[in-house]
Structure formats: C-alpha cells, structure tokens
C-alpha cells in the first residue's frame, strides 16, 4: 500500500515558540513539488513529544491540507497509552489522514503480549491502515517479529512496519516471514538501500525533509530493480546520511533546513542546538553536495 520516499516531515516553530503554520505548508508543498511519495507528521523527527495534543491535531491537520490529496498523509499517532494512541489515530482518521504510524510504546516496557494488545486494541478501534514503528534505540522495547506477523495475521488495516531496529538480521526475518503484500520500510536512511535489496518496499525518511527528490529517485530504482542507480545515490548521500544523526534526530535536519534558509532553527527543550563544532562538519556535508 505504501512505498517509495516517504518524508517524517519536522514541526517547524516560530521565534515565539509556536508552531510556524506557513513553513510548515511551505516544507510540505516542497515535498509534493519534489516527487515524494509520502508524508508522516508528528513523528519522531516532527517533535512530537514536546506538542500539546491540540497542536499534535493541528499539525496533522496542516499537514492533510497543504498535501491537498496529492500525496498520503501517515498521520504519528502513537503513544505508550493505547486509549491516547486510539483518541489521536480516530482524530487523524476524521481529518483525512490516508494511514497511521504507531510507534512502540515508550518507557512502560511492556512485554511482547502487552504490545501484541496494544496495537490489537487501536486496530479494531479505527478503520485506519497502521503501520508499525519499531525503534528500540528510543523506546527500549523490541517488536519481535513473531508479534508482528500475529498483529498483521488478525488484523487486516496492520499493512506494514517502519523497521528501525538497526537490525539487518531481524528485518530479513520480517521481509522472510511476513506476507509479500505487507510494507516493510526502512526508518534509517543509511540501511534504505540494503533493506529494498532484501524486498523492502521503501523508506520513511530524515534525510527526504531536504533531499526529497533524490531519495524517491534512489528509492524508484531500487523498486524497479535498478540497484546501480540506486547505489550511486546511496553513496553520493550517504555523508548526509551520516551528517543528519550527528546529534540526536532531529537537531541536525533542522539545522540543515535552516541553512538552506526554509526553516528558523528553533527546538522545544529538552531539544537544543547544534554544537558549533557539529554545526561546522554538517555545513561543509551540505556545501560538499551542493544543498546549500
């Protein structure tokens, strides 16, 4: 259902601290412009746990205009509480939103059984595709992959998962185990190329917030099988691939945004930002490939 360079977009802000609701249309009317297949707001790299639940809402909803039905919106609707998770996703639902992301719950640690009803709650809660987002660098919990074929064998909207466990071994074993029709995507932009060789369908990704049109190009090879194109781009990338996650995602993304002047570079706390030697090595990363 959903393939090719999918954007989580960042959440913009004002000098006031506010969500900036005109960069944000324009980052999203960029992305239409530049070929991208998809956009996520409200992720991890939205900033979304420093947003209210009416700005998370609000953001959504920006987000579903601005696209105009041009590309799909996957709403982030995810929360460690599966009765937060179920209110936010039937909010994005309402708004127009295409699929929703739900990423592991966060902190509470819950056992395998306890993410297999988790997710089994919110599916039959919304008449919304879901995919999945297994992070455990941020969440400290893994979706093993016998969960994950139980969620997508007893709930048909449960149509993929948003692999960023940096785990080659266990995203074989999903593409392996898994139906065909079931979307596996990448989550880091630096393994996208090795994961579609191995049958993944595409990437949900950082880097497409400022490179939109060469991450579908990389990733439209790779489905079509033109794997020496896609490599070309992978490795002409792959320093900003490495740049954006210089310091934690997405400090660096917003930085680059800012200097190529489509953003102001502003975080929520306990996001801050760049340190200027950081700072440095990214600005010649972009200058290096002609981004700003």
Do not use: W
Not at 126 to 137: E, F, R, S, T
Not at 165 to 186: A, R, T, Y
Not at 216 to 230: R, V
Request: charged share 25%.
């Amino acid at each position: 259902m959903f393939k090719g360079a999918i954007t989580a977009i960042v959440t913009p802000f004002t000098e006031k601290g506010d969500v900036d609701v005109l960069a944000l249309k324009k980052l999203v009317e960029f992305q239409v412009k530049n070929s991208i297949d998809g956009i996520v707001p409200c992720g991890t790299t939205g900033e979304s746990p420093t947003l209210d639940y009416d700005e998370h809402d609000k953001v959504i909803e920006i987000v579903i205009d601005a696209a105009n039905g041009k590309v799909p919106v996957i709403a982030g609707t995810g929360s460690n509480s599966a009765r937060e998770a179920i209110e936010m996703t039937r909010h994005a639902a309402d708004a127009g939103a295409d699929a929703s992301l739900q990423v592991c719950p966060y902190y509470n640690k819950p056992t395998q059984e306890g993410l297999y009803r988790h997710f089994s709650a919110i599916a039959k809660s919304v008449d919304l595709p879901i995919i999945i987002y297994n992070i455990q660098g941020r969440t400290a919990v893994n979706l093993e992959t016998s969960t994950l074929a139980r969620l997508a064998r007893e709930h048909s909207n449960i149509i993929g998962v948003k692999e960023a466990s940096g785990n080659i071994s266990q995203m074989m074993d999903v593409i392996n185990e898994l139906p065909k029709n079931f979307d596996v995507l990448s989550g880091d932009d630096n393994m996208t190329l090795p994961l579609m060789a191995l049958g993944g369908k595409g990437v949900i990704s950082v880097a497409s917030n400022i490179v939109p049109k060469e991450i579908h190009d990389m990733a439209q090879h790779a489905l079509n099988g033109d794997f020496e194109k896609a490599k070309h781009i992978h490795f002409k990338l792959l320093p900003l691939f490495k740049g954006i996650f210089i310091e934690t995602n997405p400090i660096p993304i917003k930085a680059a945004l800012a200097m190529k002047g489509m953003i102001k570079e502003i975080y929520r706390l306990p996001m801050c930002g760049m340190k200027a030697e950081n700072r440095e090595k990214l600005r010649k990363i972009l200058k290096g490939l002609n981004i700003i």
